[in-house]
């Protein structure tokens, strides 16, 4: 017989981009949240925003007649710290080492991650991710603006993609080495304990790991780096119940499955 859900979940609400390779959302940034709450122990409602893929807003969190949204100046995961108590980080974010992996984790890997969906794969990804719920002209639309957007971010043009792309990988590269360092052979990245940091870089690696494609150069970087795989494989099975069952693939790939609609809710 099915529980009743509590009064808390019934007023926590995340809200994401949809469903897709076997994740309960393909977008990293949700992803993150999603998983900081799980590591937090903080029971949510999660529903899914199949409009404005290109809003900046998304994800966001509903508790009661609060919102916090994705583009907040602090970002959703510290706003989320503040704001549903019990902070992950308190007992490591003094230690020497956590801005420097924090800047690695949201500057490095996000941009080589960013560079991979939108420039350095074929975009069907990114495509699946944000846009192949709407028609096709305004999708394909959508996407080439994103496409241009980081290429401007990033200072990207016909004459140096290159060398830009050997930097954007390299320094990605220099991360997984880091963490895998870091790691060992421990359950977490800092103290033996989850952090904000492990929501973040499990959401980076999910998407790595199961959207892009076998050929992606960011993959291939990452499988290298055992232990982290183990990582990831680990938390998968603990933290994410995903709309649609992972592959008999050693690293997970799954197909996309299709959106969900704003409405369908999920306790996790």
């Known amino acids: 017989m099915a529980t009743e859900p509590s009064e808390s979940t019934q007023r926590n609400t995340l809200v994401v981009r949809k469903p897709c390779f076997g994740l309960p959302t393909g977008c990293p940034q949700c992803l993150s949240a999603y998983i900081f709450l799980k590591l937090s122990q903080v029971p949510f409602n999660l529903d899914y925003h199949p409009n404005y893929p290109d ?4 994800p966001y969190f509903e508790d009661g007649d609060s919102v916090t949204y994705n583009n907040e100046k602090e970002g959703i995961i510290e706003c989320l710290k503040r704001n549903v108590g019990g902070d992950l980080d308190s007992e490591v974010s003094s230690l020497p080492d956590w801005i420097p992996t924090k800047v690695m984790a949201t500057t490095w ?25 709407l028609p096709w002209p305004i999708g394909k639309v959508l996407f080439w603006k994103k496409a241009y957007w980081v290429k401007q971010k990033h200072g990207i043009s016909e004459e140096n993609v290159e060398v830009k792309e050997e930097e954007i ?78 592959s008999n693939d050693p690293y997970f790939h799954a197909d996309p499955s299709s959106s969900a609609s704003r409405g369908r809710s999920t306790s996790t």
């Open 109 to 133: 890997l996000a941009d080589a991650l960013e560079y991979e969906l939108w420039v350095g794969c074929d975009g069907s990804s990114a495509y699946s991710i944000y846009y192949s719920d």
């Open 55 to 58: 809003s900046d807003q998304i």
């Open 169 to 246: 990988y390299g320094r990605a590269n220099s991360a997984y080495d880091a963490l895998s360092t870091w790691l060992g052979e421990q359950n977490y990245l800092f103290e033996n304990r989850p952090s904000s940091l492990d929501a973040i870089f499990l959401a980076h690696a999910l998407v790595v790991l199961q959207a892009l494609p076998e050929s992606s150069i960011l993959r291939t970087n990452f499988l290298e780096h055992a232990n982290l795989v183990r990582y990831v494989q680990r938390c998968k099975t603990e933290l994410i119940v995903a709309g649609t069952s992972a």
